[in-house]
């Protein structure tokens, strides 16, 4: 069922049904701008350009070049130098939501968590223990 929602770009109103986050007619100028970024992309002296250098030479706006990336529209296995920011520091990434280093950090954080928790259990089992009452004959 579609629901109808404000273009972040433009402020119109349009029916989202989960394909496109902006209107028609937004789409149809980021679909224009794609082409003109993968046309500057497709010749062998730019495959290598960073995001800097492609906004500075197509006018594209890093946050679209960054969405397409994202949605896997330009490949970082074609174009090694794209990226987009990673959620937690900003550093570039190429899959996920987090870089390397922020994905380590919080790997390490969950096993410490995780042995903090093993460690209380333990220091419980130890001191409850089992007291046997004798019976009365």
Not at 5 to 31: H, M, Q, W
Not at 60 to 70: N, T
Request: proline residues 3%; charged residues 30%.
């Amino acid at each position: 069922m579609a629901e109808v929602r404000n273009c972040p770009t433009c402020n119109e109103l349009f029916n989202y049904i989960g394909t496109r986050d902006v209107c028609g007619k937004c789409s149809a100028k980021e679909e224009d701008l794609y082409q003109i970024v993968y046309r500057f992309l497709r010749k062998r002296e730019n495959r290598a350009a960073t995001v800097e250098r492609i906004c500075e030479a197509t006018g594209v706006s890093e946050k679209l070049i960054y969405k397409w990336v994202r949605k896997k529209r330009l490949l970082p296995a074609m174009f090694p130098n794209l990226g987009y920011p990673c959620d937690q520091c900003g550093h570039l990434t190429y899959g996920g939501k987090l870089c390397a280093r922020c994905l380590e950090k919080l790997q390490r954080d969950l096993q410490r968590v995780e042995a903090a928790e093993e460690f209380r259990e333990n220091i419980e089992q130890s001191t409850r223990g089992t007291y046997l009452a004798q019976r009365k004959k």
